[in-house]
């Protein structure tokens, strides 16, 4: 595998159901992101994570729970999830965590909470 | 406040005529400058950035951009377009942190 790989493709949950979601990168980065893309509105960052340390919470709400094992692993747990937060979940990954430094995407979770 | 703005959230341009996407930012000073693509189903790709010196800045897939200060604007150009190029672009700036745009769909018709 290369890349920044996500899994799953594909996730329905319910609203009351727990679920979590991975991301991993083969590029020997030390920052990793997860970004909400929904329908017509931009792209939103949700979580920095530079060297396994959070640097960046953008005032996500708490039934979204990061975590970052390693520079390589990032997760993101689901629980109690609304309608409204359906959408495409990317990961990214960077060199380190500065803006100037490219961002690697994943291909993205499709989530659909019922 | 510190902004980036893509006007247009539509685009269909016919197969080999040329193609201009608009990028505006509102920012204090010049910030990094970045156009991604995402093509159906897949993640973002960096077509290209821009930090400094030459305000014309060559990327992948025949895509370049112009930043020009005095309309801060960053706006990503092609001579020719190719079916292929079908897809959402995104312009992204930022000094700390990047800000993505809304995107603009690019639709080609043959």
Redesign the interface.
Known sequence: ETG?TQTPRHLVMGMTNKKSLKCEQHLGHNAMYWYKQSA????E?MF?YNFKEQT?NNSVPSRFSPECPNSSHLFLHLHTLQPEDSALY?C?SSQD????N???????TRLTVL | AQSVTQPDIHITVSEGASLELRCNYSYGATPYLFWYVQSPGQGLQLLLKYFSGDTLVQGIKGFEAEFKRSQSSFNLRKPSVHWSDAAEYFCAVGFNKLVFGAGTILRVKS
């Open positions: 920044v017509k509105k931009p792209l960052l920095v960046e990317l990214a965590d500065q803006a100037r490219e961002q690697f995407f994943g291909p993205g």
